[in-house]
């Protein structure tokens, strides 16, 4: 019964990551079972990568604001696509930072980003984990 409940919380996670985005959805069919997976895999490697090239800018003296706000915006538009909502109102709230030219408050707020970058990341792949353990579910889930 845990393990169904666990299911079940780690599914309503990745359905309200998706929720927004009904074409990604419709793109995992039994030709491209593992397309959400496939797209979450991507989207980590190049956040990564994203993640340090802003925490490189924000270690540099003087800072560039303009630049940092060029980097958190598309960061926040790859999140947005994906539906990682505290990431990006992360990603706003250092953006705002960056017009205000407030250094600490772009620091702390990418902190609290990378947080829930990571805390993301460990559900997805919770979720990812529990999905192929339990096989298909699209099945039981979608009518026809």
């Keep these: 019964m845990a393990q169904n409940?666990?299911?079940?919380?780690?599914?309503?996670?990745?359905?309200?990551?998706?929720?927004?985005?009904?074409?990604?959805?419709?793109?995992?069919?039994?030709?491209?079972?593992?397309?959400?997976?496939?797209?979450?895999t991507s989207y980590y490697r190049d956040s990564s990568r994203s993640l340090q090239t802003i925490e490189l800018a924000l270690e540099k003296t003087p800072r560039d604001f303009n630049k940092l706000d060029g980097y958190m915006h598309q960061f926040k538009g790859s999140s947005s696509s994906i539906g990682a909502k505290k990431v990006k109102a992360e990603c706003q709230q250092f953006r705002e930072y960056c017009k205000a030219g407030n250094g600490e408050g772009c620091m702390r707020t990418f902190q609290a980003l990378k947080k829930e970058h990571a805390t993301l990341k460990k559900r997805l792949e919770a979720y990812f984990q529990m999905a192929r353990q339990a096989g298909p579910i699209e099945t039981a889930c979608r009518p026809k």
Aim: net charge negative.
């Design 5 to 40: 409940d666990s299911v079940f919380v780690a599914q309503t996670i990745v359905v309200q990551i998706v929720k927004h985005s009904s074409e990604l959805e419709e793109l995992q069919d039994d030709a491209n079972p593992n397309f959400v997976e496939e797209i979450a």
